[in-house]
């Protein structure tokens, strides 16, 4: 799936992949794609419950090599 942005957030713990993933957000216009990269698992339940809370959508989360790929668009 084709994103406008991307945000490695590798390396980085709970609640920072969050919180970089909210700011990325606000500096893109409504329905475009933000692709994070991230190596925390507990991101997995925490990018689930951003999607809910804020009305971004979670469009999909993969596990590649202890790697989490999300694809979320802008609301």
Same mark, same amino acid.
Do not use: W, Y
């Given at each position: 799936?084709?994103?406008?942005?991307?945000?490695?957030a !590798?390396? /980085?713990?709970?609640?920072?992949?969050?919180?970089?993933?909210?700011? +990325?957000? @606000?500096?893109? =216009?409504?329905?475009?794609?933000? !692709?994070? /990269?991230?190596?925390?698992?507990?991101?997995?339940?925490?990018?689930? +419950?951003f @999607?809910?809370? =804020?009305?971004?959508?979670?469009?999909?989360?993969?596990e590649?090599?202890?790697?989490?790929?999300?694809?979320?668009?802008?609301?």
């Open positions: 799936m084709d994103f406008h942005k991307e945000l490695d !590798r390396g /980085l713990n709970c609640p920072l992949p969050i919180l970089k993933t909210k700011k +990325a957000l @606000a500096d893109m =216009t409504s329905g475009q794609i933000l !692709r994070v /990269l991230a190596t925390d698992p507990g991101s997995v339940r925490d990018f689930q +419950a @999607a809910r809370q =804020t009305g971004n959508e979670l469009l999909s989360q993969t590649e090599n202890k790697e989490f790929i999300f694809l979320m668009r802008r609301k």
